[in-house]
């Protein structure tokens, strides 16, 4: 029997797979299948939504036959198979409820994964080629075991969270190949996420958000479980229903850094002590350009940057509880305020949303922080603001987890430099962050 | 059995899959390499590959029962149709000629859809073509959805 196990690129899905099976009276049935899943190197696990006389046959005799197809070569394999259980809960039905969940827009809505059905592999076989078109061209893979040693060598070298994140995604393009990544956070209080860095769109996109559970961002934060689509040209639709998904086309002030026509995708969840503190998230314009060996790598890297993103989050906590900075941040003397122009500042408190000169900036927590810092400003003239400060102000609601509040200073920071308008913000030295206007500033605070 | 309408979709180039089983019930699976419909008889004339398909092709013996299923790559509209096996023997020139246009127009159409020729090897083959008499006894409903695996009747069938 050929191991299942080189078999991996047949179980991505990239084409539909064939199930047959046989009635009581010896009559076949045979039917396209979405997708085989691989289990273990003797089980695969079938989700069979629609087709019923395959179940009636099979809970009759336990046999199916199926012949899956490699993505990549199109080499085809036929597996005898016996049904062995159905489960409801666990690892595998979570892998394939959430593959049956970026395909359900496509599907209406009528899919829903009720169990999955596993299956005792009995054989496995090749078919051949008998008239072959052209000579198959072997396939070079990379080892990247290597790669993983040196990014994440790179990434145990950084000091704090911001070069972290920017040396992760570098690594990635440079290292791997992965030229279009992002991190995004959780945003703390609508249960979505929020862009924080990224790497190879022509916009940063600091502050984009995706929703809670949508497309594969929000369904690989919100399950915890690594998301990965090999090909996307399975048709149009699909890209439309998946690009929807990953919050592209919602109303969203900042649109999310996205490619136009990808071809790949994959979400990982970034978790430190069993909370989940971001994703990693990165995309291609080529099939396969994450297998299931990338997929494995990546889980390395995505390990690695949630410890650390979280470690040094706390660090810088730490940090600042020892005494290492400097005392609290003095206010400028009166009347420092320049009298530049008018910066027109509008908060509103519902959600933390603030423009500035009638554009958008950014919403939530990191809404909030800026509003507090001009406020400070323009009643003191205060530039200088210490983390130790912010986390003590109640008026801020911040959310309870340390390293929130680090990234969120990392997010309004580069959205404001991204914006690069009249308000700036520094980090001046540990802990500590100064704010820059280029006037003065004019806050309307807007209650609904 | 077949209204015009259902002749005329697995006549169209739609993809096509067949399956035999053996003495003891395991299923064989194959691609189909083209089929007409005889308009006098109803009866199928299927087409397909021994060299490509040996397994299912060699358990396709009068009388054995057989499942064929058709699909339209563009939509997923789909039909499967069950019978018994009349006759089975080497495909003559004019049913040579059907299968092997059928394989050529299928190979232009994946191509164009940017399926490569590697990945087409092992699907489509015009070799060792086998025509297969088949007596049409049931049509079913394929196309993916609720209504997958439904009973047609001869009218609906279109």
Known sequence: ?448 | MLGQELVDFIESPVMILFATRDEAGRPMIGRGSGVCVDRQSGHLHFLASRSQWPDAVSEALPGRPIATTYVRATDYKACQIKGRIVAAGAADEAHRARGEAYVAEQLARMIALGVTRMQLSSTLSDQELVCLTIEPQAIFEQTPGPGAGRRLTPEAAA
């Not at chain 1, 070298?157 to 070069?163: I, K, S």
């Not at chain 1, 990635?172 to 279009?180: A, D, K, S």
């Not at chain 1, 941040?329 to 959600?351: H, L, Q």
């Not at chain 1, 909030?368 to 406020?375: S, T, Y």
């Open chain 1, 1 to 448: 029997m050929i191991p299942l196990e080189s078999l991996r690129d047949s179980f991505e899905g990239v084409i539909p797979s064939i199930i047959a099976t046989t009635d009581a009276d010896g009559m076949p049935n045979i039917s396209y299948l979405s997708h085989v899943h691989y289990v273990d190197e003797a089980h695969v696990a079938l989700s069979d939504q629609f087709f019923s006389k395959t179940a009636t046959n099979v809970a009759r005799n336990g046999l199916a036959t199926v012949m899956v197809v490699d993505g990549y070569s199109g080499q085809q394999h036929v597996l005898d198979l016996a049904f062995e259980r159905s489960e409801t809960e666990g690892e595998t039905f979570e892998r394939m409820a959430i593959h049956l969940a970026i395909l359900e827009s496509r599907m209406s809505g009528i899919m829903k994964l009720r169990a999955v059905d596993i299956y005792r592999v009995e054989d496995c076989r090749a078919v051949p080629a008998a008239n072959p078109l052209v000579a198959p061209e072997p396939l070079f893979l990379p080892d990247l075991m290597g790669k993983v040693a040196r990014l994440t060598a790179r990434m145990s070298d950084c000091g704090d969270p911001e070069t972290l994140l920017d040396a992760t995604l570098e690594g990635l393009g440079e290292l791997f190949g992965y030229r279009h990544s992002m991190v995004l956070v959780p945003d703390g209080e609508r249960g979505g996420l929020t862009t924080i860095a990224s790497r190879g769109y022509d916009q940063f996109g600091f502050g984009a958000e995706v929703p809670a559970g949508r497309g594969i961002i929000g369904l690989a934060a919100e399950r915890r479980r690594n998301v990965r689509i090999t090909d996307l040209s399975r048709g149009r639709r699909y890209i439309e229903a998946v690009r929807a998904m990953a919050g592209v086309e919602d109303a969203t002030p900042i649109p999310l850094p996205a490619l136009d026509k990808p071809l790949s995708q994959i979400a990982l969840p970034l978790v430190a002590r069993g909370r989940l503190v971001g994703v990693l998230f990165s995309e291609s314009t080529e099939r396969f350009t994450f297998r299931h060996r990338d997929e494995e790598a990546l889980i390395v890297i995505a390990a690695h940057l949630g410890t650390a993103l979280s470690f040094l989050s706390e660090e810088r906590e730490r940090g600042e509880a020892n005494g290492r900075e400097k005392a609290d941040a003095p206010a400028d003397p009166a009347g420092s305020v320049p009298a530049g122009r008018r910066i027109a500042v509008r908060f509103y408190p519902r959600d933390g949303s603030l423009f500035v000169d009638d554009d958008y900036l950014i919403r939530g927590v990191p809404g909030r922080l800026l509003l507090h810092f001009l406020e400070d400003y323009a009643r003191t003239g205060k530039r200088d603001f210490l983390n130790r400060e912010i986390r003590r102000d109640r008026r801020l609601q911040l959310p309870d987890f340390k390293d929130n509040l680090e990234t969120r200073l990392i997010l309004l920071r580069r959205r404001l430099e991204e914006k690069a308008g009249p308000i700036t913000l520094e980090r001046a030295d540990r802990g500590r962050l100064r704010l820059t206007l280029a006037g003065r500033p004019e806050i309307e605070v807007v209650e609904e």
